[in-house]
């Protein structure tokens, strides 16, 4: 599922396609890191928060703009995508 977000000025957001609700409870989080256009974001910052953690799991997108989370127990979690010259996305 993808979403749009609204541009600001001078920054254009992310768009992130998931592959399951960014609520969830699953074991993984997952997903593709895109710009408006459908061009990969390489690099982008992934932050998830909650459920028991007790610090946030912070890892970066590939090559093809994906990222998967590691084994996480199932819970209600947090989830920030961040890069340089575009808008934080942010899914709780």
Do not use: W
Request: aromatic letters at 6%; charged letters at 15%; glycine letters at 8%.
């Amino acid at each position: 599922m993808a979403q749009l977000f609204s541009l600001l000025p001078k920054l254009a957001l992310l768009l992130l396609c998931l592959t399951s609700p960014v609520l969830l409870h699953a074991e993984t989080i997952s997903g593709t890191v895109l710009d408006p256009s459908g061009a990969v974001i390489v690099g982008a910052r992934i932050e998830i928060s909650g459920g028991e953690l007790s610090q946030p799991i912070i890892f970066s997108s590939d090559a093809r703009g994906r990222f998967v989370s590691p084994d996480l127990k199932p819970g209600n979690y947090s989830l920030r995508v961040t890069r340089e010259g575009f808008e934080p996305l942010v899914k709780t």
